[in-house]
C-alpha cells in the first residue's frame, strides 16, 4: 500500500519562501507530485520528481530523497494568491496500470 | 483549462438514487483516473481505465462501477446513494497506463449533494 505524511496547516508571510514537506511509503515507486488546489477547485500540476535531486519551477522547487522517501515543496516569493492547499501525490505501479495516491494536502496560508 | 471536461458541474439527489457522472479526457488521453474528494478528507482514488479497460482499483465502494467507453470518454455510476457519498467527484486524465514523466490533469469535478 501506500502511505503519504504532509503537515496539516501552514501560515507564512507574503514575500517569504516556504517549505511544506512530505514522507512516503510505498511499493513499485513511479514517481512523487506535487499539485495544488483551491477550494472547491480541480488539483493543478506544478511539480514532478522520479530521480533523486531538484526540480526548478520558477518560483517552484521540488526535491526527492528516494531512499529516505522524503520530497518537498519550496515555494518562493510568496504571494497572497499562493493561499491554497498543496498536494502531495505518489505514483505507484499496479500490474498494468498505476495509482497516483494522494496525501490529505497542506493548506497553507499567506499573510501581510 | 486543463482539456478535462466533467459533466454535470453540480448534482444534488435524494438517497438511494443512482446518478451517473460523465468524464471526456484530453485529446489523445488513454487513462482516465476517478477521485472522490470529501469535505474532511483529501483526495481517494477510485478506479483507472486505460483504453477502455479497468488497470486500476482503489477503495471504490461495491455501490459504484464506471466504464471507459470507445471514445474514451468514461462514466462514473454511483447508485443506492448515502448521504456520505455527497463529495467532489474529479476525472483525470494521462497520455498512457504506466504514465512515463506525465502528469494526470484534473477535471473541475463533479460536486454531488445527497439529500
Known amino acids: 500500500g501506500q502511505n503519504i505524511d504532509q503537515p496539516t496547516e501552514m501560515t507564512a508571510t507574503e514575500g517569504a519562501i516556504v517549505q511544506i514537506n512530505c514522507t512516503y511509503q510505498?511499493?513499485?515507486?513511479?514517481?512523487l507530485f506535487w499539485y495544488q488546489q483551491h477550494a472547491g477547485e480541480a488539483p493543478t500540476f506544478l511539480s514532478y520528481?522520479?530521480?533523486?535531486g531538484l526540480e526548478e519551477k520558477g518560483r517552484f522547487s521540488s526535491f526527492l530523497s528516494r531512499s529516505k522517501g522524503y520530497s518537498y515543496l519550496l515555494l518562493k516569493e510568496l504571494q497572497m494568491k499562493d493561499s491554497a492547499s498543496y498536494l502531495c501525490?505518489?505514483?505507484?505501479?499496479?500490474?498494468?496500470?498505476?495509482?497516483?495516491?494522494f496525501g490529505t494536502g497542506t493548506q497553507l496560508k499567506v499573510e501581510l | 483549462d486543463s482539456g478535462v471536461t466533467q459533466t454535470p458541474k453540480h448534482l444534488i439527489t435524494a438517497t438511494g438514487q443512482r446518478v451517473t457522472l460523465r468524464c471526456s479526457p484530453r485529446?489523445?488521453?488513454?487513462?482516465v483516473y476517478w477521485y472522490q474528494q470529501s469535505l474532511d478528507q483529501g483526495l481517494q482514488f477510485l478506479i483507472q481505465?486505460?483504453?477502455?479497460?479497468?488497470?486500476a482499483k482503489g477503495n471504490i465502494l461495491e455501490r459504484f462501477s464506471a466504464q471507459q467507453f470507445p471514445d474514451l470518454h468514461s462514466e462514473l455510476n454511483l447508485s443506492s446513494l448515502e448521504l456520505g457519498d455527497s463529495a467532489l467527484y474529479f476525472c483525470?486524465?494521462?497520455?498512457?497506463?504506466?504514465?512515463?514523466?506525465?502528469?494526470?490533469?484534473f477535471g473541475q469535478g463533479t460536486r454531488l449533494t445527497v439529500v
Open positions: 510505498t511499493s513499485g515507486f513511479n514517481g
Open positions: 485529446s489523445g488521453d488513454l487513462s
Open positions: 481505465y486505460y483504453n477502455g479497460e479497468e488497470r
Open positions: 520528481n522520479v530521480l533523486d
Open positions: 483525470a486524465s494521462s497520455p498512457n497506463s504506466q504514465g512515463e514523466n506525465t502528469e494526470a490533469f
Open positions: 501525490a505518489v505514483r505507484g505501479l499496479t500490474g498494468g496500470g498505476n495509482k497516483l495516491t
